[in-house]
């Protein structure tokens, strides 16, 4: 029989009403606490009976020490005075047991028992939470500014799909998590001055958090396994190797502070070299992943052959012959056939599909008719009209931004246009500095279009119109 | 509004000055305070540390003794006095509650 076991259980440190229900309920299964973790408990086999647990702090210990303090070790004296034996003692929460039937409990004033545990919170929990906090906060903005500004790559793409909503679940658990610390800490002192304790609050933001990341993790996973496309093979092993290697440095940082605790390194020097450690860590992993990045082109298109080169000006250009929904052919005889046909890396996401490609001649022939064309095809009609909005603003990326006149009109713009040529629901022109140019974007059904013709000779008929709608709008 | 340090006394303060009269280990105040109140009041293990740490930087209390992890403590005069001004707080509470019950039972 199992004499031994190891439990998942994860708790914010200062849930202590949640931590004794968890240890006695164990203790009457016949389990009796070896070890405390951050997640992982450890348990010997006893014979199960009722046990008392009680979770309570001491603020000046730190988890860098080697051993306790002669004053922490006066603290287990008192309380085993009084029956409470130290199960285990990790950092500032120490876990005591008892087992007599009603045991006068560790802490029996309700205003030192809520000062204490927020001394022990002010030194290790909420720096590291307001650090967390602050680096998330960072990271959404980051990601929110990207979204704002090209919603259609952010929303086609898995990874980033996925990483932003982690990115904003976790703050949101964050900030449940530290606000009702603040809240606890408030209503608690207030409590206390009539004599009564309030217990900290529970777990359950920390465990939404957790469960979050892993929804969103298996999100992610079920997405690209399901045949979404998003990332290259590239940017997947880059992530991989990432993930990895935090928690190389995690296990590194962890193994060597506990490995100074051995040594009888005191606790000023193992926190000193295991912050340098972690940091020098972080950023070789950093450098590491940006040189990859770098090198090996994870976030460009995957690589393809062309299909022949050209020197053109001492550059060499490429030549695709890609199969494209529409061509030049199609639409009218250009009299010229040397051109590049290139249909661009697919990006797919559960929300989005985003394709683009382009039929450009020779550098050395830029007059001859040619064609370039996005189509964004929206699963969901949530975010039809950000797209829509997003490709309509999008005059941008190619031209600088829009610029306005004196009379705040912008100079260069969609502007609406006949949308029955095209069998669209809605089209738009783009007008640059009063001049009607041969750029569009045409809503379908589920589907955005943005097409440019460039070149000579693009006089557009209704049969070309109606054969654009034809070819991408369904 | 939170209680100011030290100006009124909770009971388990006021229990672990009075053991404290004469030099005593922290330790048994444990037990002297159940004994002394007929177990009335109990103080927690936890409750009893932080408070004699919070008296010696209030210097309520000084060390006098150590033996092994075993510290002893005594009242210094700041202490007496605090438990002084306690007790004549109490006291004037228990007259002004007698002044009242008193008055009423005479009418």
């Given amino acids: 029989m199992k004499q031994t076991k190891k439990k998942f259980a994860y708790f914010v440190p200062f849930d202590t009403t949640g931590i004794q229900a968890f240890l006695e309920k164990q203790a009457r299964e016949g389990w009796m606490l070896e070890k405390a973790g951050g997640a992982i408990w450890q348990f010997r086999r006893i014979e199960p009976k009722n046990i008392h647990f009680s979770v309570v702090f001491f603020p000046n210990a730190s ?12 603290f287990f004296d008192f309380c085993e005075h009084t029956g409470w034996k130290l199960a285990s003692s990790d950092g500032k929460r120490q876990i005591f047991y008892n087992e007599a039937e009603d045991p006068t409990p560790i802490e029996t004033d309700a205003a030192l028992e809520v000062d204490t545990i927020h001394k022990a919170a002010k030194k290790d929990y ?61 209503r608690a002192r207030a409590a206390a001055e009539l004599g009564t304790f309030k217990a900290p609050p529970s777990s359950l933001a920390r465990r939404m958090t957790v469960f979050c990341l892993i929804f969103s993790l298996i999100g992610f996973g079920a997405a690209q396994f399901f045949g979404s496309k998003g990332v290259s093979s590239n940017a997947a092993l880059t992530a991989l190797i990432t993930l990895a290697g935090v928690g190389l440095i995690a296990a590194l940082v962890i193994g060597a502070s506990k490995w100074m605790k051995r040594k009888q390194f005191s606790a000023k020097r193992n926190r000193a070299v295991t912050i340098a450690l972690a940091v020098v860590c972080s950023w070789l992993l950093v450098i590491g992943v940006v040189t990859a990045i770098v090198r090996y082109d994870c976030f ?15 550059h060499t250009i490429e030549v695709y012959h890609d199969k494209l929904p529409l061509t030049v052919e199609e639409l009218m005889d250009p009299g010229y056939d040397a051109y590049s046909y290139e249909a661009y890396d697919v990006q797919e996401s559960v929300l989005l599909k985003y394709e683009e490609a382009s039929q450009a001649p020779r550098m050395d022939a830029l007059k001859e008719p040619q064609l370039f064309y996005s189509v964004t095809t929206v699963k969901t009609p949530l975010v039809y009209d950000l797209c829509k909005e997003a490709a309509l ?18 100079l260069d713009q969609f502007v609406p ?25 045409l809503c379908y059904d589920g589907r955005i279009v943005r097409i440019i013709f460039e070149g000579d000779d693009w006089t557009l008929n209704d049969e070309q119109m109606a054969l654009v709608g034809e070819k991408l709008g369904k | ?16 000055l009075l053991c404290l009269r004469e030099p005593c280990y922290g330790m048994d105040i444990l037990d002297r305070v159940p004994a002394m109140t007929n177990k009335r009041v109990n103080i927690g293990s936890g409750t009893l540390y932080t408070l004699l740490e919070q008296f010696l930087d209030g210097e309520m209390i000084r060390e006098v003794g150590v033996e092994g992890r ?38």
């Fill in chain 1, 393 to 410: 603003r999008d005059v941008s990326t190619l031209t600088g931004h829009p610029r306005p006149n004196d009379e705040g009109d912008l």
């Fill in chain 1, 300 to 314: 460009a298109a995957s690589e393809k052959t062309p299909a022949e080169t050209y020197e053109y000006k001492g």
């Fill in chain 2, 1 to 16: 509004m939170a209680r100011e340090k030290f100006k009124t006394l909770t009971e388990q303060m006021f229990y672990t």
């Fill in chain 2, 70 to 107: 075993k510290r002893s403590y005594v009242l210094t005069e700041k202490g007496k006095e605090m438990l002084k001004t306690e007790c004549e707080r109490m006291t004037a509470q228990l007259a002004d509650y007698h002044k009242i019950f008193e008055q009423e039972n005479e009418q």
């Fill in chain 1, 417 to 441: 246009t006949d949308p029955g040529p095209w069998k669209a629901k809605e089209a738009y022109q783009r007008v640059f500095d009063g001049e009607k140019k041969t750029w569009f974007v």
């Fill in chain 1, 63 to 74: 988890g860098f020490d080697p051993a306790p303090s002669e004053a922490q070790q006066s």
């Fill in chain 1, 126 to 186: 909420l720096p590291s939470c307001l650090a967390f906090l602050a680096i998330l906060l960072m990271e959404f903005l980051s990601e929110f500014r990207f979204m704002c500004t090209d919603p259609i790559a952010v929303l086609s793409n898995n990874f980033s799909l996925f990483a932003g909503i982690d990115t904003l679940l976790t703050l949101l658990m964050l900030g449940i998590e530290l606000g009702s610390y603040y809240l606890w800490y408030h």
